[in-house]
Nanobody
């Protein structure tokens, strides 16, 4: 069982930066792939980024270059650094953990989810 808690969301002006954190419980954090998704009101939950147990990273094409995912296994934490934020980045951001092998783009590939943290980018 893995419990995930996101933090670091908030309100930021367009062009600003935020770093989201996701802290995990459980002894086998290092064996999970970790992902970030986001969901805007009235829209589907979209893939943002993922990092495998071997630290291979995956990004949504539209976000590559602005967002960076990383992990610290000793702290059982995964991070999402978001730069040059735009109003369209406004959403609830969710952290997820996957014990499966795949490309980690689909929410169905994930076994555990956090409660989400709100990110609001003002224009």
């Amino acid at each position: 069982q893995v419990q995930l808690v996101e933090s670091g969301g908030g309100v930021v002006q367009a062009g600003g930066s935020l770093r989201l954190s996701c802290s995990a419980s459980g002894r086998t954090f290092s064996s999970y792939a970790m992902g970030w998704f986001r969901q805007a009101p009235g829209k589907e939950r979209d893939f943002v980024a993922a990092i495998s147990w071997s630290r291979t990273t995956y990004y949504a094409n539209s976000l590559k270059g602005r967002f960076t995912i990383s992990r610290d296994n000793a702290k059982k934490t995964v991070y999402l650094q978001m730069n040059s934020l735009k109003p369209e980045d406004t959403a609830v951001y969710y952290c997820a953990a996957s014990a499966q092998r795949g490309n980690y783009v689909s929410p169905r590939e994930y076994d555990y989810w956090g409660q989400g943290t709100q990110v609001t980018v003002s224009s």
